[in-house]
């Protein structure tokens, strides 16, 4: 069965940065595509950024541009998104997705993932 929780979300300051993990069990990272996506409240689930299976394609969102960095670590079965500078615009639930099938290729649109973790809050506010 695979599992895919996130973490490491919280209250952060405009400007600020936070680190998200996303740790997923029965399943091994190496030879899948990642996505990460974004709920605010009374908006729909939003692209943020999405690697491919090999690690060296990596997209992302215009809003985060040059602001987050999507990182792995084959060794731990984990993926980091890592935020900077963060505005009050990029608060929402956040959300690690990883598609069913090996070898996927980078996709922001959430109908090509099939396992989702619960999501992490992330709040900015002063």
């Known amino acids: 069965q695979v599992r895919l929780v996130e973490s490491g979300g919280g209250l952060v300051q405009p400007g600020g940065s936070l680190r998200l993990s996303c740790v997923v069990s029965?399943?091994?990272?190496?030879?899948?595509?990642m996505g990460w996506f974004r709920q605010a409240p009374g908006k729909e689930r939003e692209f943020v950024v999405c690697?491919?299976?090999?690690?060296?394609?990596?997209v992302y969102a215009d809003s985060v541009k040059g602001r987050f960095t999507f990182s792995r670590d084959n060794t731990k079965n984990t993926r980091y998104l890592e935020m900077s500078s963060l505005k009050p615009e990029d608060a929402a639930v956040y959300y690690c997705?990883?598609?069913?099938?090996?070898?996927?290729?980078?996709?922001?649109?959430?109908?090509?993932?099939?396992?989702w973790g619960q999501g992490t809050q992330v709040t900015v506010s002063p």
């Open positions: 690697m491919d299976w090999t690690g060296t394609s990596t």
């Open positions: 997705a990883v598609p069913l099938a090996r070898s996927g290729r980078c996709t922001g649109s959430a109908y090509d993932y099939d396992y």
């Open positions: 029965g399943r091994t990272l190496t030879n899948y595509a």
